[in-house]
């Protein structure tokens, strides 16, 4: 690397420089440079977490419900009904609203002039008894959570569990001109996805049933062959999304 270094600060035409930086210069989101990833290497780090994920043992920590676990190595997801109270549950949502003018959380969407507010950021406790420290006890040092999280990463948690507080919201005028006909047929729909306001995704962008009855593992396997019906379905999203971004921001995927 560093004979390539030096290479370039010798050959300074526009033309050689922009060719060094398609071919070695990564982009800050991912790892490796761009010869190792052309030469394989996200793939090797997939296939490495994946073998590293299947040897690891799930830490022996407190009991974690059968069918909790059995639903969450299945769908990737579980559902705890009356997991809160409803003191609880409405002291929650005061905290999580509050928590949004924490110096701890950014405005990403307003960092980015994308005229949605996507606020983010870690939960912390700045007092007792404050918004953070309420979030904290009731999740983050719960041990139902903690077994869940240490369910997904195979790995033993020292409480409390990092929390992380998103808020997202779009503006109502967004929704009242694009969530009814003709860009949606069934107005309320879930996912809205709106693109500077040029491209529009409301409501499944392909037909569901295609991942009926599929286990997470299985769907991530599908992914991997091309051919098969998941794959081109969820490419084939991926590629309209990437495509649209790409229209809006003027920044060109990676090759």
Do not use: C
Not at 139 to 155: N, S, T
Not at 211 to 240: C, F, M, W, Y
């Amino acid at each position: 690397m560093r004979a390539i270094a030096s290479v370039r600060e010798r050959i300074t035409s526009p033309e050689a420089q922009d060719l060094f930086k398609r071919w070695f210069d990564a982009s800050p989101f991912y790892s490796g440079t761009v010869v190792a990833n052309r030469l394989g290497w996200q793939v090797g780090r997939t296939l490495a977490k994946e073998v590293s994920l299947r040897l690891r043992q799930v830490p022996a920590g407190p009991a974690l419900p059968t069918t909790l676990a059995d639903a969450l190595e299945r769908d990737g997801i579980v559902v705890i009904p009356n997991y809160l109270s409803s003191e609880d549950a409405a002291r929650v949502r005061a905290a999580h609203r509050h928590y949004g003018s924490s110096p701890h959380v950014r405005d990403i969407g307003q960092e980015n002039e994308s005229r949605i507010t996507f606020r983010t950021g870690r939960v912390a406790r700045d007092s007792p008894g404050d918004d953070g420290d309420l979030l904290l006890r009731l999740f983050g040092a719960d041990p139902l959570m903690i077994a869940l999280a240490e369910q997904v990463i195979r790995r033993r948690i020292t409480p409390p569990l990092p929390l992380v507080y998103q808020h997202l919201e779009v503006p109502d005028h967004v929704l009242d001109s694009y969530d009814r006909s003709p860009y949606s047929p069934q107005p309320g729909a879930i996912p809205f996805i709106d693109l500077d306001n040029r491209f529009v995704l409301i409501g499944a962008s392909y037909d569901p049933a295609v991942l009926e009855g599929k286990s997470v593992t299985q769907i991530a396997r599908a992914l991997s062959h091309p051919s098969s019906p998941i794959a081109q379905d969820v490419d084939g999203t991926a590629n309209l999304l990437v495509a649209a971004i790409s229209h809006a921001t003027g920044i060109q995927p990676n090759p």
